[in-house]
């Protein structure tokens, strides 16, 4: 046998075993993700049939007056209520579709409709494209009191939802027991705020880090989605302060600097879980320049401009000529003592002063978040600038700290040791 021969036999076993690997991994994908768009693997939106009661309703767009949707399945258009509803049939597919508003009235390629709302409901697999991004579920479409402008809203049931938020918000190559922790904090913080404030509005959470961030489709993956399944239905839940069981905002952020913060000093609201834990696990996640962040300088003019568009009661302050601590946490940590500003003392021109709470400070000077990091700094009158230098860690810091969940993950604990220690006195019960 000549070595050709053997090359080419070790080649073709290659291939063969190739096939096989390729067999055993690619089949079993087919058969859960159930189909092809392409090249790449679409899964068939789950829970279409849950109790429309559980299903989450996110603000895509608001006040537009005109969107591109794209759908690659036959899809259906509600229009009216149920008791005369007029149900029109698009076998249209794949091709960019104009949703526009003309004279109070929304018009989907051209078709016009005659109520203030219609949903688009797509056939399977249940997922439509809203101006370049792909969604599951259906799409409601409200028109504005005005009549010149209309919402979109993605109508999905919650564990799709939570698998375009999972990947969205951490890091889906982290540990399961990150990610399931994460799951089941997301999962309980929508529907927490889906009971607390949609009744009120037309939809239940902004697709923003407003709430948690929601990037549908593009943010799955095969791990989020196993995260999602293994918590299915699952949330946490705590004594309320009268007396009542039930869910509660679990609050969640990246890296809380060493010490999570007590609820009430940023958010307002007191929950026994949401009181704040020592945190000696993040500092071995982060990256270091997010653990301490840089020393960020804003034009005093711009702060001042920032304070009074966000709060116009402030105007009273004419300009604004210090800004100092008026209430901090102070933390003793094994790595050094640090601060966290909770509120912040703004004195004007004028001579008159106010009061904002530190994280509502931070977040109207920077909303992104992504220079100004958190209110563990110092703040330091520069000039013609304001100053924040030894900043640590990065967002509110209430509830679980993300970094702090993937090092107890690292070490071997639980999605449930990992939420029990961040949201004391919580447990976990099924919803659905
Ligand atoms: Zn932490």
Request: aromatic fraction near 10%; charged fraction near 20%; proline fraction near 5%.
């Amino acid at each position: 046998m000549s070595s050709l021969t053997i090359t080419q036999l070790t080649v073709n076993r290659s291939k063969l075993l190739l096939r096989i690997i390729l067999a055993g991994i690619l089949l079993p994908c087919l058969m859960i993700f159930g189909g092809c768009k392409g090249r790449q693997l679409v899964r068939s939106t789950p829970q279409m049939d849950i109790e429309p009661r559980f299903w989450v309703r996110v603000l895509l767009v608001d006040e537009t007056r005109t969107c591109s949707l794209k759908i690659t399945s036959p899809f259906y258009v509600s229009d009216g209520v149920p008791q005369v509803q007029r149900i029109i049939h698009f076998d249209r597919v794949d091709v960019p579709i104009n949703v526009s508003i003309s004279s109070g009235k929304i018009a989907v390629a051209g078709q016009p409709f005659t109520s203030n709302e219609i949903i688009i409901s797509p056939d399977e697999p249940h997922i439509f494209n809203l101006n370049g991004d792909d969604y599951r579920g259906k799409l409601k479409l409200i028109v504005a009191a005005d009549g010149e402008s209309f919402d979109a809203i993605n109508l999905v049931p919650p564990e799709p939802y939570l698998a375009g938020v999972i990947g969205a918000e951490m890091p889906d190559y982290w540990e399961l027991a990150a990610l399931q922790a994460q799951a089941i904090a997301a999962r309980t913080y929508c529907l927490y705020i889906k009971e607390h404030f949609g009744s009120g509005r037309t939809w239940d959470v902004r697709k923003t880090a407003a709430n948690q961030v929601y990037l549908g489709v593009g943010a799955e993956s095969a791990q989020v989605w196993n995260a999602v399944n293994r918590t299915y239905g699952r949330v946490l839940v705590c004594r309320h302060p009268d007396g009542t069981e039930g869910l509660f905002p679990t609050y969640y952020s990246s890296t809380c600097g060493g010490h999570t913060e007590n609820s009430k000093h940023v958010f307002g609201d007191s929950f026994e879980p949401l009181v704040g834990v020592a945190c000696p696990y993040c500092k071995d996640v982060a990256k270091i320049d997010i653990f301490f962040w840089p020393m960020i300088q804003f034009d005093k003019t711009y702060v001042t401009t920032r304070l009074l568009q966000k709060y116009p009661k402030l105007k009273q302050l004419g300009e604004i000529t210090d800004i100092s601590p008026a209430g901090q946490s102070n933390y003793q940590t094994d790595y050094g003592k640090f601060s966290r500003l909770t509120s912040v003392k703004l004195l004007g021109s004028t001579g008159k002063s106010d009061f904002l709470r530190a994280e509502d400070f931070r977040l109207s000077i920077d909303p992104s978040g992504w220079k100004l990091r958190s209110t563990i700094c110092r703040i330091i009158n520069m000039g013609e600038k304001w100053a924040f230098s030894a900043g640590r860690g990065w967002g509110h810091g209430v509830g679980m700290c993300q970094c702090g969940a993937q090092g107890m993950a690292r070490q071997g604990k639980t999605a449930e040791q990992i939420l029990s220690y961040y949201y004391p006195g919580s447990w976990i019960e099924r919803v659905y």
